[in-house]
């Protein structure tokens, strides 16, 4: 069994993910302890869709591990343990539920001749007709094209707590406190997860890393789109969807690159209720209905970094296993995004099978 001392920056979805991985790993008990100056509602992953819908199979920035093919594995571990989970936990304590819902595109944003990516890895779906794209989207151009998927979404405040609850149970401590630098932390540990998100600014000087802001709105829909979702691809900075929760209907949106603004915007306000109204008219979202207006900031870099790093502090080896940048996948990848951090530490650990 290693000896070596782990520590965990950040305590968002990613940093959660990799405590309880290391647990799973290492046995209930071993002494790991994350970091964070923000936690459960005050993170970035609180206010993320968490719908799972990999259209693209990721690229991973930095890997040195020996898969052929992190960006893969790391959906299927993903997909796996979320499905997993549903089954064996159950949706009402990890938040983890069973959705339906379209995914579409305008004509000219995607290659129509290519499937997408979660064709490889879900168990249900079927590609869309025109005709039924009329039918159920009468705003929707001509040309348009879709799949109808049958997937989950990952509640973050739900999830976030379920796994904040086992880290601590198993052993783990939280410790509040904003890291400034990797030295800190070096005198008392030997491996340090960097799962800060946007905070890696700081700590890396990572220039490829930015905030993408996000605006949706909050809407309680009662039962009208209970267990459903709806993205459309326009190939702009905005787009239409929503996908309900068991809390409320998210709808958006934006992604808009390098925006760090943390203020509701009035006129995306105005497109995003327009979107709901044209697109998804059932959902009856009306400015009565809104339970909050939120703005996020994904962390998003050209692809998420999943990278072990040899660093030396006062004549002694260390390592920084970096897991960020998963810009709006930092959810639904979550789990998979640790199951690679924690075998590039492998190596270090001593451990024969990760």
Known sequence: MTSKRICIIGAGVIGLSCGNRLQEILGRGYPITIYANRFLQDTTSDVAAGSFRPAAEPSVAGYNGKRSRPGRDITAFSHERYKGLIDSVGSEVTGIHGIKGYDIWYPGTVDPTKEPFYTQILDTYRKV??????????????????????????????????????????????????????????????????CTGLGATQLTEDLELQPNRGQTVRVDTGNKAKNTFVFILTGKSEMPYYVWTPDCTLIGGTKLAGDGSKEVSPEHHKMIMDYADTYFPWLEASEDKVVSKVVGHRPSRPSPRIEMEEKTYKGCKKWVIHNYGHCGHGVSMSWGSACLAVELASEVLSLSKM
């Not at 039924?132 to 405040?157: I, K, N, Q």
């Not at 904040?164 to 005198?187: D, N, P, R, W």
Request: aromatic share 16%; hydrophobic share 40%.
């Open 129 to 194: 007709t025109p005709h039924e794209l009329s039918m159920v989207f009468p705003a929707l151009p001509e040309g348009c094209g879709g799949y109808y998927l049958d997937t989950f979404v990952v509640s973050p405040r739900t999830y976030m707590s379920w796994l904040t609850k086992g880290f601590l149970e198993a052993g783990g401590t939280i410790i509040k406190e904003e890291i400034q630098s990797f030295e800190h932390l070096f005198g008392d540990y030997d491996i340090v997860f960097n």
